[in-house]
């Protein structure tokens, strides 16, 4: 199957938004964003291989198989201005993928995932089960219908520790900056990701770096998705897109 679900596909598209999910996470995740995207806007979210309708394809035991595996998608796409958007794994993904685009991205925006140097503290994969649910549900990733639901657990139990593991052993090049901007993002009550571990992104571009506080938990983003299609958007568009105008947050915190 492919990598890439196309959830909007205006016929003379002015930009694209690429959305990489969180461990465990699927395309899907990004469905209600096609409501809010301008009609001139691709919005693609990645499919990682080992869930959904890439449930029987292995997971990827690397960060450079899992970005082998999506690149081919952009080498035959039209080109356009393009911002990766990617959480918490998905950060990691979208900024690797920023490192080998042919084209640098308009924009590139982190959302909760620690910056170079900014280790996690306590590495979720290689947990027995009881404490890896323990963790993933203190995030707020998992529901309370899934931890109670043992035969849904089992199907999805493999992608998710697979996707940790990925996660726990990726660490950017300090040496190999993107030449592309980057905007960071964390909710001010993530209980993983502090404002000190963004700004620490800073130091992986040679373009601009700014950053944004919200608030709200590690999954902020289900609430803020409207600020951040407008950051997105503004960033990506060479002309006015046509779209429903959103409020623009100012720099750094957001009451």
């Not at 593991?165 to 900056?177: E, F, G, I, T, V």
């Not at 404002?195 to 950053?211: E, P, Q, Y």
């Amino acid at each position: 199957m492919k990598p890439i679900h196309r959830l909007t596909e205006p016929e003379q598209p002015l930009a694209r938004l690429v959305c990489f999910p969180h461990a465990g996470g699927s395309a899907s995740f990004f469905q209600p964003w096609k409501d809010i995207v301008p009609l001139d806007v691709e919005l693609w979210a990645v499919q990682y291989p080992g869930r959904h309708d890439r449930l029987a394809e292995a997971c990827p035991t690397s960060m450079s198989e899992l970005i082998d595996d999506v690149l081919p998608t952009f080498d035959h796409a039209p080109r356009l201005p393009t911002v990766l958007f990617g959480h918490s794994l998905g950060a990691a993904v979208a900024y690797e993928c920023a490192r080998r685009l042919p084209h640098p991205p308009a924009l590139v925006i982190l959302s909760a995932r620690r910056g170079p140097g900014r280790a996690n503290e306590e590495p979720l994969g290689d947990m027995n089960d009881a404490d890896f649910l323990d963790g993933l549900a203190r995030l707020g990733g998992l529901s309370t219908q899934i931890l109670g639901n043992r035969q849904l657990l089992e199907i999805i139990l493999p992608a998710l520790r697979a996707d940790c593991r990925l996660s726990d052993a990726y660490s950017p090049d300090p040496d190999s900056p993107i030449n592309a901007p980057i905007l960071a993002c964390v909710g001010d009550r993530d209980p993983s990701v502090t404002v000190d571990d963004i700004l620490a992104w800073r130091s992986a571009t040679v373009g601009a770096f700014s950053h944004q506080v919200y608030p709200g938990d590690h999954f902020y983003l289900q609430e803020h998705k409207a600020a951040l299609v407008r950051a997105a958007c503004d960033a990506a568009a060479p002309v006015q897109l046509h779209r429903t105008p959103t409020p623009t947050p100012s720099s750094g915190r957001l009451q």
